[in-house]
C-alpha cells in the first residue's frame, strides 16, 4: 500500500517513471506494461530491457539492414557449411540448446554427407572443440576476418589466411546451404557478417529474419541512456525486475551510484542481491517456479509455465503488483488467461471453445500458431560504411575475451550449488572462475601447467580497463590463442551466501558492453 501511494503521487503530478527488466518475452507481461504506460499518459514512463550478457550489436544491425529489432531463427541441421567467428553456438549464444540439437542431424554420415565446421575464436569454447577446423586468433581480430571473408566473397582475395580461404571456399560450394555466425557485440561486424549470408542465399534456407527470435532485446544505448537518466537524479521511480544491474554492469556506469539518485527505488527480487541491498523498496517475488506466467520466444510459438508449487512465503509477482498499482480486478493468472483469449485464441481453428484450447495448452506446455506470425524485411546493404568503422579496430599485444560457462551462464544462478559442482567441459574445473592462458605463454611466465590435489594454480593480480583483481588462478588452457587470456563472467557474487565469495565478478571489468578487452596487463 505504501508502494501503491508513493507511486500514485509521481504519477498524479506527471513524473518520471523508468521500468528495468532482464528480455520480457512473456505476451502477457509486455501487454501489462504497455496498460500501465497507456493508463498514464501524462506521466513519462519507459521500460528498457537489459541484458546482461548483450546482444545489442546484432539487435541493431538487425535492424539496420532489415527492420527488425530482433534475432534471426536459424537452422544448422540444414548447414552443410558452418562458419563461427566467436561465437559459441554449443553455449552461450542464443537458443544454443537448440542450435546444439540441429547441429548434431548435420553430423551424421548415414544423411549422405556432413557439415564441415570452422571456428574462429580466442578461447577454447565447446563449439571450437568440435570443430573440423579450428583457428585461435584474437577477438580483436573477429571484425577483420569477417571483412576478410566479404572481400574474399567479392573476388578479393589479398590478404586472406589459408584457413579462411579454405572456410569461404567452401562457403562458397555450399551457397543457400551454409552459415556464418558470429559472437561479437559490435554492430558494425555483425553487419557484415548479415552481408556475407545475403550473398550466399542463406535467408530464408539457414537462417530466417522473417520468423525472428525475441530472446535477447536489450539494447545498450537505451541502458546507457537510462543510467544518464538517473544520474541526472530526474527519475523519480526507478523499478526494477528480473535484473541484478549494481552486479552485472561494468563499473564504469557506475549504477549503484545512478540508482541512488532516484527519488525512489523498487526492487523485485526472490533473494536478496547486490542492487536490492541499495534500493529504497523491496518487493519480495515469487520464485518462477511458484508463478504463473507465459512466453513468445520466437514469432509463432506460444509456452505457458505453471507453478510447480504453491508459495511458500509471502510474495508477489512484479506483475501482479502492476495490475494492483493500476486498480485492476483479478491477479495475473487471470490476466494471462484474457491475453490468450484475445491473442492465441484466435490463431488456431481446432475448437470454438476457449476453455477446450486453454486445457489442450496447459496439457501441451505450448502452442504453435496456425497463422503465419512472419515479418516483411528486406536487406539494406550497410557493409560499405561497417568495413571501414572495423578498420579502426585496433588490437594489442595482450588481450582478454570475456565468456559464459555452462553452468553458471551470466550467473544469475550462481547461487545453486549444483551448477557450481558441474565440471566445466573444457578444463573440467568447478567452482571458480579464473584466468585461462595459452600453455606456451605460461610455461615463459614460469606458471604451472598441471594441477591436482598437491599442485595448485599460480596466482596473478590482472588490471583490465583500470579495474583490479588480486590473488586470481591462471590455468594453461589448450587451444587459447596466444596473446590472449579469457574469463568466466557470472561468478563474484556475495549477498546471500554467508560472506562467502566464489571466485570474482569480472562484470565489474568490461567497458561498453563489450565482450573483450585490449586494455588488460597482469603481474605475478
Known amino acids: 500500500s505504501t508502494v501503491k501511494k508513493q507511486l500514485a503521487e509521481v504519477l498524479a503530478k506527471g513524473?518520471?517513471?523508468?521500468?528495468?527488466?532482464?528480455?520480457?518475452?512473456?505476451?502477457?507481461?509486455?501487454?501489462?506494461?504497455?496498460?500501465?504506460?497507456?493508463?498514464?499518459?501524462?506521466?513519462?514512463?519507459?521500460?528498457?530491457?537489459?541484458?546482461?550478457?548483450?546482444?545489442?550489436?546484432?539487435?541493431?544491425?538487425?535492424?539496420?539492414?532489415?527492420?527488425?529489432?530482433?534475432?534471426?531463427t536459424y537452422n544448422l541441421s540444414k548447414a552443410k557449411s558452418i562458419v563461427s567467428i566467436g561465437a559459441d553456438f554449443m553455449n552461450s549464444f542464443p537458443s544454443s540448446l537448440e542450435l546444439t540439437s540441429q547441429y548434431a542431424k548435420g553430423r551424421k554420415p548415414e544423411n549422405g554427407w556432413m557439415s564441415k565446421h570452422f571456428q574462429f575464436e580466442a578461447s577454447l569454447s565447446l563449439s571450437g572443440s568440435n570443430a573440423d577446423v579450428r583457428m585461435p586468433m584474437k577477438p580483436s581480430e573477429y571484425g577483420k576476418t569477417v571483412v576478410a571473408i566479404y572481400n574474399f566473397l567479392n573476388d578479393n582475395k589479398?590478404?586472406?589466411?589459408?584457413?579462411?580461404?579454405?572456410?569461404?571456399?567452401?562457403?562458397?560450394?555450399?551457397?543457400?546451404?551454409?552459415?556464418?555466425?558470429?559472437?561479437?557485440?559490435?554492430?558494425?561486424?555483425?553487419?557484415?557478417?548479415?552481408?556475407?549470408?545475403?550473398?550466399?542465399?542463406?535467408?530464408?534456407?539457414?537462417?530466417?529474419?522473417?520468423?525472428?527470435?525475441?530472446?535477447?532485446?536489450?539494447?545498450?544505448?537505451?541502458?546507457?541512456?537510462?543510467?544518464?537518466?538517473?544520474?541526472?537524479?530526474?527519475?523519480?521511480?526507478?523499478?526494477?525486475?528480473?535484473?541484478?544491474?549494481?552486479?552485472?554492469?561494468?563499473?564504469?556506469?557506475?549504477?549503484?551510484?545512478?540508482?541512488?539518485?532516484?527519488?525512489?527505488?523498487?526492487?523485485?527480487?526472490?533473494?536478496?542481491?547486490?542492487?536490492?541491498?541499495?534500493?529504497?523498496?523491496?518487493?519480495?517475488?515469487?520464485?518462477?517456479?511458484?508463478?504463473?506466467?507465459?512466453?513468445?520466444?520466437?514469432?509463432?510459438?506460444?509456452?505457458?509455465t505453471q507453478p510447480s508449487i504453491s508459495s511458500l512465503f509471502d510474495t508477489k509477482q512484479f506483475q501482479d503488483c502492476l495490475i494492483s498499482w493500476m486498480g485492476m480486478d483479478g491477479n495475473y493468472f487471470d490476466y494471462i488467461k484474457a491475453t490468450w483469449s484475445a491473442v492465441a485464441f484466435p490463431m488456431q481453428s481446432k475448437t470454438l471453445s476457449f476453455e477446450d484450447f486453454w486445457n489442450t495448452t496447459l496439457e501441451a506446455g505450448y502452442f504453435s500458431a496456425k497463422t503465419s506470425e512472419t515479418v516483411s524485411a528486406t536487406f539494406t546493404d550497410k557493409a560499405s560504411s561497417a568495413i571501414t568503422a572495423i578498420a579502426k579496430i585496433k588490437s594489442s599485444d595482450l588481450e582478454i575475451e570475456f565468456y559464459s560457462k555452462v553452468g553458471i551462464g551470466n550467473g544469475n544462478q550462481s547461487h545453486n550449488p549444483w551448477l557450481q559442482e558441474l565440471p566445466d567441459p573444457i578444463s573440467k574445473i568447478t567452482w571458480d572462475n579464473y584466468i585461462a592462458m595459452n600453455p606456451a605463454e605460461a610455461r615463459e611466465n614460469g606458471f604451472a601447467t598441471e594441477y591436482g590435489e598437491q599442485k595448485d594454480a599460480d596466482t596473478i593480480n590482472i588490471t583490465i580497463n583500470g579495474v583490479t583483481f588480486e590473488n586470481i588462478p591462471v590455468v594453461a588452457q589448450p587451444g587459447q590463442a596466444p596473446g590472449t587470456l579469457s574469463v568466466a563472467l557470472g561468478y563474484g557474487q556475495t549477498i546471500g551466501k554467508s560472506n562467502e565469495v566464489i571466485g570474482f565478478n569480472a562484470y565489474s571489468a568490461m567497458k561498453g558492453m563489450q565482450n573483450y578487452s585490449t586494455d588488460v596487463s597482469m603481474e605475478a
Not at 36 to 45: E, L, R
Not at 50 to 57: E, F, H, L, T
Not at 283 to 293: D, I, P, T
Open 15 to 72: 513524473g518520471k517513471v523508468r521500468i528495468l527488466t532482464n528480455t520480457i518475452t512473456s505476451p502477457s507481461t509486455k501487454k501489462l506494461v504497455g496498460e500501465f504506460v497507456a493508463a498514464n499518459p501524462s506521466s513519462d514512463i519507459k521500460h528498457v530491457s537489459y541484458d546482461a550478457v548483450s546482444a545489442s550489436g546484432m539487435l541493431e544491425a538487425n535492424n539496420e539492414t532489415f527492420g527488425v529489432a530482433a534475432l534471426p
Open 158 to 304: 589479398t590478404g586472406a589466411a589459408p584457413k579462411v580461404k579454405m572456410a569461404v571456399e567452401h562457403l562458397m560450394a555450399n551457397k543457400g546451404e551454409s552459415i556464418v555466425l558470429c559472437g561479437s557485440n559490435d554492430k558494425n561486424i555483425q553487419n557484415i557478417v548479415i552481408a556475407i549470408n545475403e550473398m550466399l542465399g542463406n535467408y530464408g534456407k539457414t537462417i530466417n529474419i522473417d520468423k525472428p527470435s525475441f530472446q535477447r532485446q536489450g539494447v545498450d544505448a537505451d541502458v546507457a541512456g537510462l543510467v544518464k537518466e538517473l544520474k541526472g537524479g530526474s527519475v523519480d521511480v526507478l523499478i526494477i525486475d528480473g535484473a541484478n544491474p549494481v552486479y552485472n554492469m561494468p563499473s564504469e556506469m557506475d549504477f549503484k551510484g545512478a540508482m541512488s539518485k532516484a527519488k525512489t527505488s523498487i526492487v523485485f527480487a526472490s533473494r536478496p542481491n547486490e542492487t536490492s541491498v541499495e534500493a529504497k523498496m523491496v518487493g519480495a517475488a515469487a520464485h518462477y517456479l511458484e508463478s504463473w506466467n507465459d512466453a513468445n520466444a520466437v514469432a509463432g510459438h506460444y509456452s505457458i
